[in-house]
């Protein structure tokens, strides 16, 4: 009989604990309905798409050291992500760049890149010249038309195999439009 006196305290208390707490979500609510909500700056949240567009921003640069569209190279005009991290800067080397030129015409604008990292060269087409980027091939907003050469070594650039091998990717290159 003791333990069900105890045990019919136990669930009034916690109905009356239940009750209680009702009363003061209740109470919150009817609160925050009457008070007017102002929002805090940090409660704004930013669309992260835009944020990421503003931060990944690329300038792109051609081997004489001038500022090239981007419509130029990318397809619709948008730059795919990541694309400064892994495609790097300009080359800058001058033995590189005089080799780059006995291939590429300077005034074709195809750009000659390297990863900070790693010694791989890019050479991206501008899309005018493009034989696999376009909206004959399917292309995806962002794509663009790169070759990639890559050397085992940091430093092991052999200027006779880098021409060969941009020589090589003048197949590539539509000059049709010339």
């Known amino acids: 009989m003791e333990k069900d006196k105890q045990e019919d305290k136990k669930e009034e208390q916690l109905a009356k604990r239940r009750e209680s707490d009702a009363k003061k979500r209740e109470e919150k609510k009817l609160a925050e309905a009457k008070e007017p909500k102002v929002e805090k ?31 130029s190279y990318f397809y619709k005009g948008i730059t795919p992500p990541g694309f400064k991290g892994t495609c790097g800067n300009p080359v800058d080397r001058e033995d590189l760049i005089d080799v780059f ?16 990292d790693k010694e791989v060269y890019l050479v991206i087409i501008p899309l005018k010249y493009a034989t ?8 995806i907003d962002g ?36």
Do not use: C, W
Not at 143 to 168: C, P, W, Y
């Open 143 to 178: 794509d663009f038309q790169k070759h990639a050469i890559s050397f085992l070594n940091e430093g092991s650039v052999n200027l006779d195999t880098m021409r060969q091998k941009l020589e090589k990717i003048q197949k590539f290159v539509n000059y049709s439009d010339r």
């Open 41 to 71: 700056p940090e409660d704004k949240k930013e669309d992260p798409i835009k944020e990421k567009k503003v931060a990944d921003e690329v300038t792109l640069f051609n081997v004489l050291g001038k500022e090239v569209p981007l419509t």
């Open 101 to 116: 030129h006995k291939v590429f015409k300077p005034k074709d604008n195809i750009l000659f890149y390297r990863q900070a």
């Open 132 to 139: 696999e980027v376009g909206s004959s091939e399917d292309s």
